[in-house]
């Protein structure tokens, strides 16, 4: 079993930027994929970034490339997301979830385990 814990959410402004951290607990093997989702209310989780651990591979939805950065701290088990340039659009849930194994696609249901979520809400 793999424990998840975020935070870090809050109300930010527009323009402005926030860093989520994820802290990861239990059993997760050598091999695992750490990634961010986001939901906003209405419409379905999205992936938003995600990083391997080992190898250091990283990956970005189009609408955050260049605003977002995944990030980890090994000795922490932690994964880190820090958002700049942030905009009303990215405002959603922000779910930290664990694939155990190598990246496979970045759909939801490829994840093993998730957190409770934080709640990002942008002021225009």
């Known amino acids: 079993q793999v424990q998840l814990v975020e935070s870090g959410g809050g109300l930010v402004q527009a323009g402005g930027s926030l860093r989520l951290s994820c802290a990861a607990s239990?059993?997760?093997?050598?091999?695992?994929?750490m990634a961010w989702f986001r939901q906003a209310p209405g419409k379905e989780r999205e992936f938003v970034a995600g990083?391997?651990?080992?190898?250091?591979?990283?990956g970005y939805a189009d609408s955050v490339k260049g605003r977002f950065t995944i990030s980890r701290d090994n000795a922490k088990n932690t994964v880190y997301l820090q958002m700049n340039s942030v905009t009303p659009e990215d405002a959603a849930v922000y779910y930290c979830?664990?694939?155990?194994?190598?990246?496979?696609?970045?759909?939801?249901?490829?994840?093993?385990?998730w957190g409770q979520g934080t709640q990002v809400t942008v002021s225009s």
């Open positions: 979830a664990v694939r155990v194994g190598s990246w496979y696609g970045r759909v939801p249901a490829n994840f093993d385990y």
């Open positions: 239990g059993r997760t093997g050598s091999r695992y994929v």
């Open positions: 990083i391997t651990w080992g190898i250091d591979n990283k």
